[in-house]
């Protein structure tokens, strides 16, 4: 059975169970609004979220010891942003 929650302004998350560790999350514009929040929700956690990938032209305001940012223009091509990904260790 899934058990949903809120946190902050997201509203139906998934609540994962206590045996998740180690996960990989990517966030697409980290710096923005949005983004900040989720970055400091899966900072806050990281015995479960290992690494927390965030992505934006300029680095969020949260610190975490799990958070990695990669300076990125999501609006660069899509040969552009996989090739960053690709040299950042986020995708093989």
Request: hydrophobic share 40%; aromatic share 4%; no cysteine.
């Amino acid at each position: 059975m899934l058990t949903i929650q809120s946190k902050g302004i997201f509203h139906g998350l998934p609540t994962l169970p206590e045996t998740s560790k180690g996960l990989r999350a990517v966030v697409a514009g980290a710096s923005g609004m949005s983004g900040q929040h989720m970055v400091q929700i899966l900072g806050e956690s990281p015995e479960r979220w290992e690494k927390v990938y965030t992505l934006s032209r300029s680095p969020p305001s949260v610190e975490a010891t799990n958070l990695h940012h990669i300076s990125l223009d999501l609006l660069s091509s899509p040969e552009a942003i996989a090739t960053t990904l690709r040299d950042n260790n986020v995708m093989a």
